[in-house]
């Protein structure tokens, strides 16, 4: 008797998690997510990550089920804004795409499986535990839930078609299992060829009111350069005959190609009803260098050390997230502010270039000032080479639309300046926290410690407050009032910190003692000096205007 083969088809089976209206997480087909998306607040999948690349997954399946009914003459703008005037997407015209290819959304189709290769066989002959998929869990250590290594022994279809999505794009560098027939594997082995694509570049997308205005809003609609709406050859996987082993010189042609790169080959093993064994390993090889014309969902530097090592000009890479960074802290990069300190140009987010073009004149002003959207930073820290997740970056920013628009540049360059102050202002008080232990006789590591241990607690406590006045910011803020809000409560925040922290110094800190400034020269340090400098050193750096009165009195 001949197993029947099974069938886990993602157009009409659950297995997306979603948080409707209501609060409730439950699991959605891709038809039903589609149809209930304006009921929908956001994706809750497994993890941060796990809901970008589904994200991506979705934007891919939204462009090509519009694409048939638009032409090189059709306006950007006003395509965009018949669909966010609509109450709901355009079911019908998904529904027709994915039915057309809906043979290739079955997760375990005999020639065509959803994002994995048919044949795909380990030179060993052996299957990984589907573990290998979970990132939460690599290798059985739990990082980032209260998931059981035991739970992941096998994995239900839904759980298999969620963590698929997530491998090609976040899997982890390393060694991978050799497959049969792959001219690159030495020794039975597949080498390194990097982590998954969206992992190496970070995620940054836009956020609506509900899930159909978060497609939406990350829905670009407009090549820049080629001023067109979309290429005809820009296909997604599943439209594509795969190659059976990876590459290493293939571009994408689009973006969704580029959302649903296979960063990995992938073969499942089943014993209905579960997914009980995986063969992993990797896939098409991409560069990053210069991919900012492709991929929108990053922010991306000019690098000097890249353009001498290879000898072009310019080269553009990702900003990449870090976890001990939040997201306000690198707003110049999100806003293609100059790097004033090492004078490389940034680029915006593909994303939110496309935000301000939907707020301006010849966007159709379709993003209304007030309308408030959050910008959404995913993505994962790795160590030992990218062979290990290390930590989960997640990260929100709300903000009114204005900030977008042109007439907002005012008020969004006033905000990076903000942080840059304050940058140097938390410096300060991290020089008061080193000051204060050499004062006391303490070492120079222990003097670091303390002061990256102040400059943490510090923007620790400025996190919220900024994070509000920069939701606060509006069309009627002024920039100059705007400034002065943000440098005081800055500054009451960093000088109670630098007061709390010299009322626990100890007797020995009071009395100082002699040390060597960064020239050789002896000086005496004590507890007193050290806030003098700190609070002169604070004020300059968030300066207010009653400063010049205060000093004039005090003489």
Not at 99 to 126: H, I, K, S, T
Not at 414 to 442: H, P, Q, W, Y
Request: hydrophobic share 40%.
């Amino acid at each position: 008797m001949v197993d029947e083969i099974p069938s886990f088809n993602l157009v009409d089976n659950p297995w997306i998690r979603v948080r409707d209206e209501s609060g409730e997480v439950r699991e959605l087909s891709l038809l039903g997510l589609f149809d209930q998306a304006s009921h929908l607040r956001c994706l809750a999948n497994d993890l941060p990550t796990q809901d970008l690349a589904i994200l991506r997954m979705l934007l891919a399946i939204l462009q090509r089920a519009i694409s048939p009914d638009l032409d090189e003459e059709d306006d950007p703008s006003e395509v965009w804004g018949r669909l966010w005037n609509a109450t709901k997407l355009p079911v019908d015209d998904i529904k027709a795409y994915l039915e057309q290819w809906y043979r290739n959304f079955d997760l375990f189709d005999p020639q065509y499986p959803f994002m994995q290769v048919a044949d795909l066989r380990a030179c060993n002959g052996r299957a990984l535990e589907p573990k290998k998929l979970v990132a939460d869990i690599p290798d059985g250590d739990a990082l980032f839930s209260m998931r059981s290594e035991k739970s992941t022994d096998a994995l239900t279809y839904a759980e298999a078609a969620r963590w698929l999505v997530h491998v090609h794009a976040f899997d982890t560098a390393g060694i991978k299992s050799g497959v049969v027939g792959d001219p690159r594997v030495r020794r039975g082995k597949s080498y390194p060829i990097g982590v998954g694509w969206v992992g190496g570049v970070g995620g940054l997308y836009l956020e609506g009111q509900d899930f159909r205005e978060t497609l939406l809003l990350n829905l670009i609609l407009w090549d820049e350069e080629d001023d067109e709406l979309f290429s005809a050859a820009d296909l997604p996987a599943w439209e594509k005959p795969l190659h059976t082993f990876g590459s290493d010189g293939e571009v994408p042609s689009g973006r969704a190609d580029l959302y649903t790169w296979q960063s990995r080959r992938v073969r499942f093993e089943v014993t209905p009803p579960l997914v009980t064994g995986v063969v992993l390993t990797n896939g098409d090889k991409l560069s990053v260098q210069n991919m900012h014309k492709f991929e929108p969902m990053t922010a991306w530097k000019r690098s000097k050390p890249q353009e001498k090592k290879m000898r072009i000009s310019p080269i553009y890479m990702p900003v990449i997230h870090r976890s001990n960074r939040a997201l306000w802290r690198g707003l110049s990069s999100v806003f293609a502010r100059m790097d004033a300190e090492e004078s490389h140009m940034h680029l915006s987010p593909g994303i939110v270039t496309w935000g301000e073009y939907l707020c301006s004149q010849n966007g159709g002003h379709h993003l209304r000032p007030t309308y408030r959207l959050r910008l959404h930073a995913t993505g994962f820290e790795y160590g030992t080479q990218s062979s290990i997740v290390t930590e989960l970056i997640d990260d929100k920013l709300e903000l009114n639309a204005f900030l977008l628009s042109s007439e907002g540049e005012r008020l969004i360059g006033m905000a990076c300046d903000c942080v840059c102050e304050t940058d140097e202002a938390v410096a300060a008080l991290g020089k008061l926290g080193s000051n204060i232990c050499r004062a006391s006789g303490g070492a120079l590591e222990q003097a670091n410690g303390l002061r990256d241990a102040l400059r943490a607690r510090a923007y620790f406590e400025l996190d919220q407050t900024f994070r509000l006045w920069l939701a606060g910011l509006t069309v009627s803020s002024d920039p100059v009032s705007a400034r002065t809000v943000w440098r005081q409560r800055a500054r009451d925040i960093i000088l109670n910190i630098a007061l709390e922290m010299t009322s626990e110094a100890s007797p020995a800190a009071v009395v100082g003692t002699q040390i060597k400034d960064g020239k050789g020269k002896p000086i005496w340090v004590t507890v007193a000096k050290a806030l003098a400098f700190c609070q002169s050193s604070v004020k300059k750096c968030l300066p207010l205007e009653d400063d010049d009165l205060v000093e004039a009195k005090e003489e």
